[in-house]
């Protein structure tokens, strides 16, 4: 899944028809001095600015600001751009037209299964969250768009009547087109709002996840992905995303601060079995990471760096289980390596190694890691005969 | 018994070298059961025609290659499963075509990274046709003592380790493919092994869920009991625990749940918006997945650590109840023949080397030229002479004599388009031949009337030296065995007209305190014939070749420095005809000496 930000989640609404409300995405206030200049409708509307980045609770944070005129909206752009919040740095402001209303309503779809499900409450904001029941469903089978009247149906279900029953169906129709033409995942708009001025639709926010593999055919999609936990990748995590995205196989990395266990597992599976049993034994994840697919030895060093990094880490576990093709050898040679860098940079005193691991040259790869001990390294090695996630036992028994 | 794929399973697999290399695979769990390779065809367009040879036992099979897969059902009406390696971009368009095709019944898709919608489709079409889509993201499916599809199992060695040669008990399901090949070793371990385990692909929306192989396994009388392993996220166990709960069941359930690491993870990791609401109901969490399960009547370990005994103790059970017997291990099982390299790694081979080198060795992480790292050789300063020297002739020359090879190599690299050499090159370029052929249609040029004088003056300069011949007896001598001198003599330059080529290379190299014998012979010999005619002065051909037997080269290696300065030269005039866009060369009538007979009449065929 692919998290897409505000304004060019926007973006792909309004090309399906979708009212939105004017937006700019702005870099710095001159920026959007420029801009200013240019549209008539930042002069002339109420606006709203908001810190444009993969960040929960804006709002508390002091990161979105209403009702401001453009001066007002110079000055919130300026004070929010360069600010620090936690491990992130606020880079862009989205800049929108005001749209004064009355009436909030929900409208979403998700992919389910079958095909997918489009979801509609005649209320919104956070009024839906406490009356989840007020919100009305329509299933679809993958490859099946809703008829007009089944959008009605919905629309009437959910408790619109008169002509916002037909304008919500239309809205939901075009919330689905956007859906199943643009490869998303979920696509939500809390709260549609109706316009004051002509009693329209508008979508007042845009929450995108889309389907990254599905990006080969949407040549348009010219925006990067945002995280999808509520904040920004850090340096490092973005360094180990470089590196995936140039090799064949995979390596993954997400730092979790304050955990005492670091994980350097092989394989999506194994990994999250890995991280259960830390959880399991009372321990504290440092990160969740992951290679698999027969990744270059120099890529496994990249992720080994990385994980050796972690502040007060403890034990690292380098688990896996018996691989169908990645060279235990060869990958092993990456996290050798990075452990030999790490140890000569001094991140490795008071830091256990736990090894586990079969597969293709396993014997050649665990003697290999064995070896390390006689580097002065405090590791313990051990083959397919002891279980999958014993070595996090052992490691999380050891005081 | 086994599900999915038996002993009647034949495959064509769509794509290329990955699913070559999967074959590959699936042969050598053939040969491990003895049974013939089940690989029939392949289906990529790009080599239809051709054929892939797929090694099994010490032989070679060759497998055909299609277009299109009713092309390859239609030459091997028995092929009934297809087995996808295409790139994402192209995989549905693949697998529907296979799961469109009569004879198919189950389309495995190993690709990874297929868009959501192309899988649901593919699912939807494959329920509507009553077939099976297994995939996207499959590792495989492995049916002990039966069949192989795909790569799980892993390599020839865990096969037999995982005793997947003969059939256990114990069906596997699972979404992780880093994971089947250590559930299969555990089911061995701890039991009697497996029936069929099925990689179902870690997608979101995989083509098949675990209840239409719950069912299958159901259906199976050898299977009873079967594992399944989950990924975090989807409802697939939530529904194969109602699969398992809705009535008395024969196979018994043991299913190990992962993603409790989410419940501590911190809450930032999730993201809050109000279609979390969904996972409220706890759907889809680990703990959901568990407590459903166990409510059900499956058997759910507390780690993946404890899945080993928990498998144990449900197949102690079934022997204890009569509904296993003790498997019986085969006396002797086939080993997979050694490649020559290792068997030789392991000191079981000799083999006698076709041919022999002591030049160079690129074995390292760099060539070496006759020991010493090329990389080395540059940061100390050596160049291309020395490098000359190393190849040529295995030594390490001095500063000076590289100064004389850069020097000869500089002066000899192009003498202009009209020497035959540049002008078979230009015309080759002309007619638009590559760049190698029309370098190479100059180089034949080089012989004894262009260039090719080097390595033969030199010869016989040589051996009037070494048999300190005057240079009358040396003249005498070369009129009686062999005719003109080679190196002396030019086309166009002459006493009057002197080679300023020859006069700056013979002015360089005296000016040094080296001896030069063989020069000094040549220039003698030079005195002689120039005075007999003035155009039998030393050419650059016999400087050369002159100098560079003083300083120690074998006269075979000598034409190799016109062969190498000249190149240089060739290609510049075929890359300056190519800028040029030259066209096609027609020699003109005029230049032609017409000497055939004139037009006759051609008498009747007698």
């Given at each position: 899944?692919?998290?897409?930000?505000?304004?060019?989640?926007?973006?792909?609404?309004?090309?399906?028809?979708i009212?939105?409300?004017?937006?700019?995405?702005?870099?710095?206030?001159?920026?959007?001095?420029?801009?200013?200049?240019?549209?008539?409708?930042?002069?002339?509307?109420?606006?709203?600015?908001?810190?444009?980045?993969?960040?929960?609770?804006?709002?508390?944070?002091?990161?979105?600001?209403?009702?401001?005129?453009?001066?007002?909206?110079?000055?919130?752009?300026?004070?929010?751009?360069?600010?620090?919040?936690?491990?992130?740095?606020?880079?862009?402001?989205?800049?929108?037209?005001?749209?004064?209303?009355?009436?909030?309503?929900?409208?979403?779809?998700?992919?389910?299964?079958?095909?997918?499900?489009?979801?509609?409450?005649?209320?919104?904001?956070?009024?839906?969250?406490?009356?989840?029941?007020?919100?009305?469903?329509?299933?679809?089978?993958?490859?099946?768009?809703?008829?007009?009247?089944?959008?009605?149906?919905?629309?009437?279900?959910?408790?619109?009547?008169?002509?916002?029953?037909?304008k919500?169906?239309?809205?939901?129709?075009?919330?689905?087109?956007?859906?199943?033409?643009?490869?998303?995942?979920?696509?939500?708009?809390?709260?549609v709002v109706?316009?004051?001025?002509?009693?329209?639709?508008?979508?007042?926010?845009?929450?995108t996840?889309?389907?990254?593999?599905?990006?080969?055919?949407?040549?348009?999609?010219?925006?990067?992905?945002?995280?999808?936990?509520?904040?920004?990748?850090?340096?490092?995590?973005m360094?180990?995303?470089?590196?995936?995205?140039?090799?064949?196989?995979?390596?993954?990395?997400?730092?979790?601060?304050?955990?005492?266990?670091?994980?350097?597992?092989?394989g999506?599976?194994?990994?999250v079995?890995y991280?259960?049993?830390?959880?399991?034994?009372g321990?504290?994840?440092?990160?969740?990471a992951?290679?698999?697919?027969?990744?270059?030895?120099?890529?496994?060093?990249?992720?080994?760096?990385?994980?050796?990094?972690?502040?007060?880490?403890?034990?690292?576990?380098?688990?896996?289980?018996?691989?169908?093709?990645?060279?235990v050898?060869?990958?092993?040679?990456?996290?050798i390596?990075?452990?030999?860098?790490?140890?000569?940079?001094?991140?490795?005193?008071?830091?256990?190694?736990?090894?586990?691991?079969?597969?293709?040259?396993?014997?050649?790869?665990?003697?290999?890691?064995?070896?390390?001990?006689?580097?002065?390294?405090?590791?313990?090695?051990?083959?397919?005969?002891?279980?999958?996630?014993?070595?996090?036992?052992?490691?999380?028994?050891?005081? | 018994?086994?599900?999915?794929?038996?002993?009647?399973?034949?495959v064509?697999?769509?794509?290329?070298?990955?699913?070559?290399?999967?074959?590959?695979?699936?042969?050598?769990?053939?040969?491990?059961?003895?049974?013939?390779?089940?690989?029939e065809?392949?289906?990529?367009?790009?080599?239809?025609?051709?054929?892939?040879?797929?090694?099994?036992?010490?032989?070679?099979?060759?497998?055909?290659?299609?277009?299109?897969?009713?092309?390859?059902?239609?030459?091997?009406?028995?092929?009934?499963?297809?087995?996808?390696?295409?790139?994402?971009?192209r995989?549905?368009?693949?697998?529907?075509?296979?799961?469109?095709?009569?004879?198919?019944?189950?389309?495995?898709?190993?690709?990874?990274?297929?868009?959501?919608?192309?899988?649901?489709?593919?699912?939807?079409?494959?329920?509507?046709?009553?077939?099976?889509?297994?995939?996207?993201?499959?590792?495989?499916?492995?049916?002990?003592?039966a069949?192989?599809?795909?790569?799980?199992?892993?390599?020839?060695?865990?096969?037999?380790?995982?005793?997947l040669?003969?059939?256990?008990?114990?069906?596997?399901?699972?979404?992780?493919?880093?994971?089947?090949?250590?559930?299969?070793?555990?089911?061995?371990?701890?039991?009697?092994?497996?029936?069929?385990?099925?990689?179902i692909?870690?997608?979101?929306?995989?083509?098949?869920?675990?209840?239409?192989?719950?069912?299958?396994?159901?259906?199976?009388?050898?299977?009873?009991?079967?594992?399944?392993?989950?990924?975090?996220?989807g409802?697939?166990?939530?529904?194969?625990?109602?699969?398992?709960?809705?009535?008395?069941?024969?196979?018994?359930?043991?299913?190990?749940?992962?993603?409790?690491?989410q419940?501590?993870?911190?809450?930032?990791?999730?993201?809050?918006?109000?279609?979390?609401?969904?996972?409220?109901?706890?759907?889809?969490?680990?703990?959901?997945?568990s407590?459903?399960?166990?409510?059900?009547?499956?058997?759910?370990?507390?780690?993946?650590?404890?899945l080993?005994?928990?498998?144990?103790?449900?197949?102690?059970?079934?022997?204890?109840?009569?509904?296993?017997?003790?498997?019986?291990?085969?006396?002797?099982?086939?080993?997979?023949?050694?490649?020559?390299?290792?068997?030789?790694k392991?000191?079981?081979?000799?083999?006698?080397p076709?041919?022999?080198?002591?030049?160079?060795?690129?074995?390292?992480?760099?060539?070496?030229?006759?020991?010493?790292?090329a990389?080395?050789?540059?940061?100390?300063?050596?160049?291309?002479?020395?490098?000359?020297?190393?190849?040529?002739?295995?030594?390490?020359?001095?500063?000076?004599?590289?100064?004389?090879?850069?020097?000869?190599?500089?002066?000899?690299?192009?003498?202009?388009?009209c020497?035959?050499?540049?002008?078979?090159?230009?015309?080759?370029?002309?007619?638009?031949?590559?760049?190698?052929?029309?370098?190479?249609?100059?180089?034949?040029?080089?012989?004894?009337?262009?260039?090719?004088?080097?390595?033969?003056?030199?010869?016989?300069?040589?051996?009037?030296?070494?048999?300190?011949?005057?240079?009358d007896?040396?003249?005498?001598?070369?009129?009686?065995?062999?005719?003109?001198?080679?190196?002396?003599?030019?086309?166009?330059?002459?006493?009057?007209?002197?080679?300023?080529?020859?006069?700056?290379?013979?002015?360089?190299?005296?000016?040094?305190?080296?001896?030069?014998?063989?020069?000094?012979?040549?220039?003698?010999?030079?005195?002689?014939?120039?005075?007999?005619?003035?155009?039998?002065?030393?050419?650059?051909?016999?400087?050369?070749?002159?100098?560079?037997?003083?300083?120690?080269?074998?006269?075979?290696?000598l034409n190799?420095?016109?062969?190498?300065?000249?190149?240089?030269?060739?290609?510049?005039?075929?890359?300056d005809?190519?800028?040029?866009?030259?066209?096609?060369?027609?020699?003109?009538?005029?230049?032609?000496?017409?000497?055939?007979?004139?037009?006759?009449?051609?008498?009747?065929?007698?």
């Open positions: 899944m692919a998290k897409v930000l505000e304004g060019p989640g926007m973006g792909l609404m309004k090309k399906w028809g009212n939105v409300p004017n937006y700019v995405v702005v870099t710095s206030v001159d920026e959007l001095t420029k801009l200013g200049q240019a549209n008539e409708w930042l002069k002339k509307s109420k606006l709203v600015a908001k810190a444009h980045e993969a960040l929960g609770s804006r709002f508390k944070l002091g990161l979105v600001k209403v009702d401001l005129d453009f001066k007002t909206a110079e000055a919130a752009t300026k004070e929010m751009i360069g600010r620090q919040v936690g491990s992130i740095t606020v880079t862009q402001v989205i800049v929108s037209e005001m749209i004064p209303h009355k009436e909030e309503y929900y409208c979403a779809v998700k992919s389910t299964r079958e095909g997918s499900e489009i979801l509609v409450a005649n209320c919104g904001g956070i009024e839906v969250e406490s009356n989840w029941e007020r919100v009305k469903r329509l299933c679809l089978e993958v490859g099946q768009a809703p008829s007009a009247e089944s959008l009605e149906k919905l629309s009437k279900e959910a408790g619109f009547a008169g002509p916002l029953a037909k919500m169906a239309d809205f939901a129709g075009k919330m689905f087109a956007c859906f199943d033409n643009e490869d998303a995942q979920y696509l939500e708009v809390n709260p109706v316009r004051e001025s002509d009693g329209e639709l508008v979508a007042l926010d845009a929450v996840l889309l389907d990254g593999d599905a990006k080969f055919r949407h040549p348009d999609w010219n925006f990067a992905f945002a995280a999808e936990f509520g904040r920004a990748y850090s340096k490092n995590e360094e180990v995303m470089a590196v995936d995205s140039k090799i064949k196989g995979s390596v993954k990395f997400i730092e979790i601060p304050g955990g005492d266990t670091a994980m350097l597992p092989a999506g599976g194994a990994s079995y991280s259960d049993a830390v959880v399991a034994r321990g504290k994840l440092a990160n969740y992951e290679y698999s697919g027969d990744p270059p030895d120099w890529a496994v060093e990249v992720l080994t760096e990385k994980v050796c990094s972690l502040p007060g880490i403890k034990n690292i576990i380098v688990g896996g289980a018996i691989a169908n093709f990645t060279d050898k060869k990958t092993f040679g990456g996290i390596n990075g452990f030999r860098k790490a140890k000569a940079d001094g991140k490795m005193n008071n830091v256990k190694i736990w090894v586990r691991r079969g597969g293709p040259r396993e014997k050649e790869g665990l003697d290999a890691m064995r070896a390390l001990k006689d580097e002065g390294f405090d590791i313990n090695v051990f083959d397919r005969n002891t279980p999958l996630t014993d070595i996090v036992d052992k490691a999380l028994q050891v005081k | 018994m086994s599900i999915l794929a038996n002993k009647d399973t034949r064509v697999i769509q794509g290329g070298q990955a699913g070559v290399n999967a074959a590959r695979r699936m042969a050598e769990f053939c040969y491990l059961i003895k049974r013939p390779l089940n690989v065809a392949f289906v990529y367009p790009p080599d239809a025609g051709k054929t892939n040879e797929i090694p099994y036992g010490s032989g070679l099979i060759a497998i055909p290659v299609y277009k299109t897969i009713a092309e390859a059902t239609k030459n091997h009406p028995s092929i009934n499963t297809s087995l996808v390696y295409i790139g994402a971009d995989a549905m368009k693949g697998g529907m075509e296979a799961l469109d095709d009569a004879h198919i019944k189950v389309v495995s898709m190993i690709t990874e990274g297929v868009p959501e919608k192309d899988a649901k489709l593919l699912g939807a079409h494959a329920r509507k046709l009553g077939k099976v889509f297994n995939g996207p993201s499959s590792i495989g499916i492995i049916s002990a003592g069949c192989r599809l795909g790569v799980i199992g892993g390599a020839f060695d865990n096969l037999v380790l995982s005793k040669y003969r059939e256990g008990s114990f069906g596997v399901i699972t979404k992780s493919g880093g994971l089947s090949n250590e559930i299969i070793w555990i089911c061995s371990q701890f039991a009697d092994g497996i029936t069929t385990a099925i990689g692909g870690g997608d979101a929306y995989p083509g098949t869920d675990y209840v239409s192989y719950l069912e299958m396994f159901e259906n199976d009388p050898q299977t009873k009991a079967v594992v399944i392993v989950g990924e975090m996220g409802d697939l166990e939530e529904r194969a625990a109602e699969w398992y709960g809705a009535k008395k069941r024969r196979v018994k359930l043991i299913a190990v749940v992962s993603g409790f690491c419940e501590s993870l911190p809450k930032g990791m999730k993201f809050g918006h109000a279609g979390a609401k969904e996972g409220m109901k706890g759907e889809g969490s680990a703990r959901s997945k407590d459903a399960l166990k409510k059900a009547g499956a058997l759910v370990p507390p780690t993946f650590g404890a080993g005994p928990a498998i144990k103790d449900t197949y102690e059970e079934l022997l204890k109840s009569g509904q296993v017997k003790a498997p019986v291990e085969p006396a002797s099982l086939p080993k997979l023949p050694k490649t020559v390299e290792e068997a030789m392991a000191d079981e081979v000799m083999v006698a076709l041919i022999r080198t002591t030049i160079s060795d690129d074995r390292g992480d760099e060539p070496c030229y006759d020991g010493y790292p990389s080395e050789l540059i940061n100390k300063g050596y160049e291309i002479p020395h490098v000359i020297g190393l190849l040529w002739d295995k030594r390490l020359i001095s500063k000076q004599e590289a100064e004389i090879i850069k020097r000869i190599m500089m002066l000899s690299a192009d003498h202009g388009p020497v035959s050499g540049a002008y078979a090159t230009i015309l080759a370029a002309c007619a638009g031949i590559g760049l190698s052929q029309s370098v190479a249609a100059g180089m034949i040029m080089i012989g004894p009337r262009f260039g090719g004088a080097v390595t033969d003056a030199g010869r016989f300069f040589k051996y009037a030296v070494d048999n300190k011949m005057s240079v007896e040396f003249l005498a001598y070369m009129k009686k065995n062999h005719g003109p001198v080679p190196g002396i003599g030019h086309r166009v330059k002459s006493l009057r007209n002197p080679d300023k080529r020859v006069k700056e290379l013979v002015g360089y190299v005296k000016s040094l305190p080296i001896k030069t014998p063989c020069l000094d012979f040549a220039l003698q010999v030079e005195q002689v014939t120039a005075a007999k005619k003035d155009n039998l002065i030393l050419n650059v051909d016999g400087t050369m070749a002159a100098v560079l037997v003083d300083i120690g080269f074998p006269v075979d290696s190799g420095f016109f062969i190498l300065s000249r190149t240089i030269g060739l290609i510049g005039h075929w890359v005809q190519k800028r040029q866009e030259s066209r096609l060369i027609r020699l003109f009538d005029y230049l032609v000496n017409y000497a055939a007979p004139k037009r006759r009449e051609v008498p009747p065929l007698k």
